[in-house]
């Protein structure tokens, strides 16, 4: 009978065991592999990342609402990359040590684990009177120094800290990222080119990146957070080898985000300053993207060499993106000669995305190779008038054909509620364009961009916002290469074109708002939005089936703002100033003026919650 109960708890523990090693498989426990010259190497038996953000400050530092936003957004980003997550928000001082105390103390052990540390809120540094300086990042009740130094220093964390728990690690990569800007003092600064996945990632390191230098003031929406996603999702694979090591990463991100903020912020990145912690380098290993949705274009073998594992050549017969097996390899250009090397023994898929579809299903052996081709040509996806527009993703704007015509543009009669940039009213005649039923919203910016911009992240189907004119450019060049189709922004005229209902209301019947003179029934406004903008397409349409052309969000065209513009504008096509100052923006939000006619204007870089884009496609 005793042996019986032994056995059973010997089954009960060995089922728990199972149980628990099983999650962990799941979450943060998968291997990584490295591959090099054919041939796979664990790289990690595990990831684990501690993710700390600050949003609501309790003792006189301004709070940052869109701290919540980053972190979830970051931790979005590193579970796709099989990390464990652990999210700790608005700590104390106490509260953030025993964050890293525990964190490091339960995963920071074991030897071939990859350990991610990622702080957002505020920093700090303060200069000693003996010359040094002394960067802290900052808990939910740390006193703002302005009110004390002394107790600001008692309850913040400073970076020697960091460094105590970095050694402390016995994981071989462990990298910490700081939304903040303080002195990096910790580490030495890294200018070097980053160098392919080699040997050095079986050596120790530690390795810093933060968002700013000291006495650079981070804005709440942050453009590192947003950096650091798209960075691992692939843009920072700078040598195109499907890893991303911490060396590119922290280049991708200096670059990037000293471009983004103006020059206003400059990332600083590093190994932490010990021989023995910085001889090797962090990986992010790119997964296999899908493509079942991605249509390759043509390719032609030109020769085929075999060796052990197989090396083909090819030339290309248009643009377009390389892929192997779904992994993608490199951007190539028409007629250029590829060598693909080291290709394993078995069957592999070649697939080139743009405007024509061409696979190559290749057969590898020791000393045969089979090709199987499957062609299908299709048209390149420019619109032609008349017909549907074709969409090659499904989460892909979708456009409606809007007839040209002759219509009044302005604010006709000069009515008393008209502004002076609204008038004169004059005749203008515009081309056949496809316009986007709905504003982009946040599922398709992510698609695209890889992160989501918005202030009010509520649903994939609510438009992006907090969106600047510049980042409208970059979303619409980078759709533009995915689609092979030809996105831009509408001008005014366009615009205004469209949300009077175009070639099937005359001027003189034009409604006040986009397809009705009750506001109310066809817009999100300051009386029924509760504060925020609602998802797209759920009001009534204009005449053309075209939704939210007045409320939701601001919409931003293509044109230079002129206030005199009306006066001078041409009569076919017009697309504005030649310069300015401003962009121009039309539609109203969910708190703004409505009107079809009204006119806004901001800076290109300004953003804000109420601004967003719909896209027209020639």
């Not at 501690?50 to 530092?61: C, K, P, Q």
């Amino acid at each position: 009978m005793k042996n019986m109960k032994i056995q059973r708890l010997l089954f009960i523990q060995i089922f728990l065991l199972s149980s628990v090693f099983s999650l962990a498989q799941q979450r943060g426990f998968k291997q990584v592999d490295l591959h090099i010259d054919g041939k796979s190497n664990t790289l990690y038996t595990g990831s684990h990342a501690l993710i700390i953000g600050v949003s609501d400050y309790t003792a006189g530092w301004p709070d940052l609402p869109g701290v919540v936003a980053d972190i979830k957004n970051v931790s979005t980003a590193l579970e796709k990359h099989d990390f464990n997550v652990t999210t700790v928000m608005n700590p104390t001082d106490r509260q953030m040590e025993d964050a890293f105390e525990d964190f490091i103390n339960k995963y920071g052990s074991e030897k071939d684990v990859r350990l991610v540390f990622y702080f957002a809120g505020h920093g700090h540094t303060i200069k000693t009177s003996y010359g040094e300086e002394l960067g802290y990042i900052v808990p939910a009740n740390a006193t703002n120094p302005n009110h004390g130094v002394s107790d600001f220093q008692r309850r913040a964390m400073e970076m020697a800290q960091i460094e105590i728990f970095a050694k402390r690690i016995q994981s071989k990569h462990a990298l910490f990222l700081f939304d903040a800007c303080f002195s990096g003092s910790l580490f030495a600064l890294s200018r070097a080119i980053p160098e392919d996945i080699s040997w050095k990632t079986s050596r120790h390191v530690r390795q810093f990146i933060t968002s700013g230098s000291a006495d650079e003031t981070v804005p709440d929406r942050s453009i590192f957070c947003s950096q650091f996603t798209a960075a691992i999702n692939g843009e920072a694979d700078l040598n195109g080898d499907n890893y991303i090591t911490g060396t590119e990463l922290g280049e991708f991100l200096q670059s990037s985000v000293v471009n983004y903020s103006r020059n206003a912020q400059h990332p600083q990145y590093g190994k932490i300053r010990n021989p023995n912690l910085d001889k090797g380098d962090f990986v992010f290993v790119l997964n296999k993207r899908e493509m079942e949705n991605l249509p390759p274009s043509q390719v032609t073998f030109t020769e085929e060499k075999i060796t052990r594992y197989g090396s083909i050549q090819l030339t290309t017969e248009i643009n377009g993106n390389l892929y192997l097996d779904g992994v993608f390899i490199k951007t190539i250009a028409k007629d250029t000669r590829i060598t693909l090397n080291d290709v394993s023994s078995g069957s592999h898929i070649l697939k080139i995305t743009g405007d024509h579809t061409w696979q190559e299903s290749v057969s590898v052996g020791e000393n045969i190779t089979t090709r199987t081709t499957a062609k299908a040509t299709i048209p390149k996806n420019i619109p032609t008038a008349g017909h549907d527009f074709k969409r090659k993703f499904d989460w892909e704007p979708e456009m409606i054909f809007v007839k040209g015509g002759t219509y009044t543009m302005g604010c006709v009669g000069e009515q008393s509620d008209c502004d002076d940039d609204e008038i004169p009213s004059h005749k203008i005649s515009l081309d056949d364009f496809y316009l986007g039923v709905y504003e982009v919203t946040q599922e398709q910016w992510r698609e695209v961009m890889g992160n989501n911009q918005a202030y009010f992240p509520s649903c994939d189907n609510c438009p992006v916002e907090d969106v600047n004119w510049n980042e409208a450019q970059m979303f619409i060049n980078k759709l533009n290469q995915k689609t092979g189709k030809k996105y831009r922004l509408p001008t005014e005229a366009e615009w205004e074109y469209a949300a009077k209902g175009g070639s099937m209301v005359s001027s003189e019947s034009a409604t006040k708002y986009a397809g009705s003179d009750d506001v109310g029934n066809v817009a999100w406004f300051y009386n029924n939005s509760n504060g925020k903008p609602h998802p797209v397409g759920e009001k009534k349409p204009n005449e053309l089936g075209i939704y939210d052309m007045s409320g939701n969000v601001n919409e931003w065209c293509s044109d230079w703002y002129g206030e005199n513009y009306y006066k001078s504008s041409p009569g076919a096509n017009p697309k504005g100033p030649s310069s300015g100052t401003y962009r121009c923006n039309r539609g109203g939000s969910w708190y703004g003026v409505l009107r079809v006619t009204h006119r806004g204007w901001n800076n290109s870089s300004f953003r804000n919650y109420s601004l967003g884009f719909r896209l027209v496609c020639d």
